[in-house]
Nanobody, 112 residues
Framework: QVQLVESGGGLVQPGGSLRLSCAAS????????MRWYRQAPGKERELVAG????????TYADAVKGRFTISRDNAKNTAYLQMNSLKPEDTAVYYC?????WGQGTQVTVSS
């Protein structure tokens, strides 16, 4: 079955960086778009970034444009989210998504 496993979250100071990974299995990864979402406490889950199957087209939420970069390695069945210049408002659980499947999420906390 489809499985998505996120990793790379943690505690970071404002202005710092983190790189999230999403390891995929159970489907033909290279044929499907990948997306990263996040959900902060008390808020709805929101789309952060998306990338098409070949990796040539990306989209970003306005709140993260210029700071986050989504990418993928189809040879490794893995998607990434490079997060730079992190802000306290980026604190959330980050989830990867493809098709109708979700990972378990990884916590990102931005705090001094």
């Amino acid at each position: 079955q489809v499985q998505l496993v996120e990793s790379g979250g943690g505690l970071v100071q404002p202005g710092g960086s983190l790189r999230l990974s999403c390891a995929a299995s159970g489907f033909t990864f290279s044929r499907h778009a990948m997306r990263w979402y996040r959900q902060a406490p008390g808020k709805e889950r929101e789309l952060v970034a998306g990338i098409n199957s070949a990796g040539g087209r990306t989209t970003y939420a306005d709140a993260v444009k210029g700071r986050f970069t989504i990418s993928r390695d189809n040879a490794k069945n893995t998607a990434y989210l490079q997060m730079n210049s992190l802000k306290p408002e980026d604190t959330a659980v980050y989830y990867c998504n493809s098709l109708t499947s979700w990972g378990q999420g990884t916590q990102v906390t931005v705090s001094s």
